[in-house]
Every structure is written in C-alpha cells, then in structure tokens.
C-alpha cells in the first residue's frame, strides 16, 4: 500500500480558490491504477460539497520527476497538476504549480519489524567483519528507513554516502544497476515486499562495462562521418550544457552532425543516415536499451572516450550543471 496523502491533495485542490479548477494526476505505471481510485475519492468528495473540479489522468508515461507534463497540458489551462511518486528536482522547475506526492511506501507492524530487522542483522554481519554499510533507497522507502539515515536516489543520479559495502532497499534493479555501474562495486538488494536479498556482482558490472567499452573502440575503428545528437525536451532531461558541449567538440574534429529534439525517445523515431547517436537525454537509455536499436547509440560520455582516445569508462549521470 501506499500513502498518496489524500487530504493534502483536497487541501491543495481547496486552496486555489478558483471556480471550476482543471487539476491533472501524473503517475508512474506503477502507481497509476491506485492514482485511478484515488481520483474517484477526491471527486465523491467535492461532490459532496458540491463544487466541481475538472480532474484528467495523465495516461502516458511518466519516467520520473524529470519527465513533467506542464509544457503538455498548457492549453488546457490547468491550475494544478499532482505529480506522485517523486520529489521535485531542483534543475526541473514546472511552469504550472505541480505539488510533488511521495507515495511512501506503507507497511503492516510484522511486515515492517521484518523488514527493519533484515537490515539491521545485514548490518550487524558487514560490522563484524569491519565494513561500514551504507543504505541506498528511493523515495517510497524514506520514511520506513529513517533510523538508517539513508542516501535518497533521484531521478538518474546516484550519490551515496561513503561505505565499503552498498546495500539497496527497494524493488526492481533500475537503481541497483545505476549504483554498480557508477561505483563499478557489487551491490546488495533487499526488496521489502518479497523480503529477499540478492546482489549485482562485480562480474555482471564488469561484463556491462566490456560491452560498452566494446561499442566506443568501434568508433575508434571506423571513425563516425556523421553523428545525430538527440537533445530531450522533457525538463529534467534537457541537458542543454552537455548538448552545446558535444556539438562544439564534434565541430573541433570535422565531424558532421544532425541535431535532432525529442521528447520521448525510441528506436522508431531514430531512422536518420547518421553513423551512431549521441542521446543527450536520461542516460538509462543507452544503458539499458542500446540493444534496440538499429544504430549505435552513446552517452555523451561515452562519445568522449572516442574524442579522448580512453578506454577508461566513464558513467553517465545527470548533474545540476547539465542544464
């Protein structure tokens, strides 16, 4: 279960003090069919008081709290927008005012004492062996782990707080992966729900980064005569520094371009006489979908190895100066 926080959403909805408000719900597929019945509460409610509120569910996707839908849903005039799932991003600003719904992440009193005590035996087992172990999570988990102080990860950036061994709390290995490939170590998963751990081994990260070390050595063997840049528009994607980075250093070495803007990126919409793509945008793409597509696909990280002649890799994250 989760916690969406419905009377903060009424109260927000209340305080715009307008007639007829246009208020739309933004969700991850995750959360999307509990946002549907959490729409259905708030409507019976300003039913019951009769005042009418104009409220969509967003139904495309939502990737995270860099993919704002404000731009989107200009031209309705919408007043509010809920946005659940996420914390704001500080280099993501929205133009129409968006209140941000964690969804903390809710437990029963066995199911969390289980939980809280898993972690605290793993913790109790690294000390012994003297490692400090430090706690990763995303946001649904903030409250359940507060005791553990942890380090919050955000949208495609991975800071974690120092420790010889890194144990993620969560479901799935979006994140995990993220972590590994950044801090090229093994980390440890617990997913709270199947209260299972499990781990990404430094074999499975050193494989990862083969391939791609593999994917930029081609470029060095059969030089790029022409590169599409893919820039997002999506306010937490759109890294215009690194954009304006990578179009300079491809004019410094002759190299002839495309400069392509998109919104969402798939491997339908990349059909261009171009060599490979330099995807200026959530670098998870390329991390985790190179294989869809049918031309080579780089971070613009990885695109500087190339220039840098460097076999070093070097992970791709999204920073505040990005933008």
Known sequence: MFDLETERVIKEIENLNKKNPKVVFQAPEGLKLSVEKEIEKIKNYFKQKNINVEIYLWGNTCFGACDLIDSHVKNLNVDLIIHYGHEKLSYANPEIKTLFIPAYHTFNKDDEEKILTDIKNFIEKHKSEGKKVTIATTI?????????????????????KEGDVILFVGTGRFHPLMLAYKYQKEVFIYNPISKCFDKITK????????????????????????????????KGQCRKRVFEEIIKLLEEHNINYLPILVDNISPEILFYDVDCYIIVACPRIVLDDYILYKKPIYTPKEFKLFIENSFKYKFDEIKEDDF
């Open 140 to 160: 649904q988990y903030k409250k359940l782990l507060k005791d553990f102080n942890p380090s919050i990860i955000l949208g495609c950036r991975g800071e974690v």
């Open 203 to 234: 074999e499975e990260i050193d494989k990862f980064i083969k391939k791609r070390i593999l994917a930029v050595s081609k470029l060095m063997l059969n030089r790029p005569k022409k590169v599409g840049v893919v820039l997002s528009t999506k």
